[in-house]
């Protein structure tokens, strides 16, 4: 399974700012996938990152508050814009090739104060 | 009715029993299951994978999948304390995107 890679690994940040995270594969992949972790929950889907068009957002989920890029095969960032308390939770890049499988990163840790 | 259901837990068992992991999903088109493990603190890990009706084994894991009645377990043999975590059932979507139960967390006592 391909190797992947997320920054950053946690951080805390102030309410009303905004963070970038990137997702790094280390090899080509057809599909890469955004989900929220919340504490003690499940996950759920943000959005499909598409490379070379818009991501498809989940309901509930909007571009302008995670606003979501995918410039080649390999690489991924979501923001989370305009952050309250509310966004703090893990947050998971996943990836599928041809397999139906998926795989997830590590994941970033965010803690909105 | 949630999309992907899971028995919540939490779920005790002693080493060396059989634990059993059970799932029911909504979508009956779904043609494609997973089972990840989770531990604390960690991302989700996959363990297994069934596409068939019927049982699929590998090593101490078994997954078993009935599309008629929707409803996919794990069956984990010979329980360790290293198999204690949180077991997550998934589905794939229409639109390949996966949907995750609640997950059910399991404790292994030595």
């Known amino acids: 399974s391909a190797v992947i890679s997320q920054k950053p690994s946690r951080d805390i940040c102030q309410r009303g700012t905004s963070l970038t995270i990137q997702c790094q594969v280390d090899?080509?992949?057809?599909?890469m996938f955004w989900y929220r972790q919340q504490p003690g929950q499940s996950l759920t889907l943000i959005a499909t990152?598409?490379?070379?068009?818009?991501?498809?957002?989940e309901s509930g989920f909007v571009i302008d508050k995670f606003p979501i890029s995918r410039p080649n095969l390999t690489f991924s960032t979501l923001t989370v814009s305009n952050m309250s308390p509310e966004d703090s939770s893990i947050y998971l890049c996943?990836?599928?090739?041809?397999?139906?499988?998926?795989?997830f990163g590590p994941g970033t840790r965010l803690t909105v104060t | 009715q949630k999309e992907v259901e899971q028995n919540s837990g939490p779920l005790s068992v002693p080493e060396g029993a059989i634990a059993s992991l059970n799932c029911t999903y909504s979508d009956r088109v779904s043609q494609s299951f997973f089972w990840y493990r989770q531990y604390s603190g960690k991302s989700p890990e996959l363990i297994m994978s069934i596409y068939s009706n019927g049982d699929k084994e590998d090593g101490r894991f078994t997954a078993q999948l009935n599309k008629a009645s929707q409803y996919v377990s794990l069956l984990i043999r010979d329980s360790q304390p290293s198999d204690s975590a949180t077991y997550l059932c998934?589905?794939?979507?229409?639109?390949?995107?996966?949907?995750f139960g609640a997950g059910t967390r399991l404790t292994v006592k030595p």
């Open positions: 998934a589905v794939k979507g229409r639109n390949n995107d996966m949907r």
């Open positions: 990152a598409n490379q070379g068009s818009e991501a498809t957002y």
């Open positions: 996943s990836v599928g090739g041809y397999s139906y499988e998926q795989y």
């Open positions: 090899s080509q992949v057809t599909m």
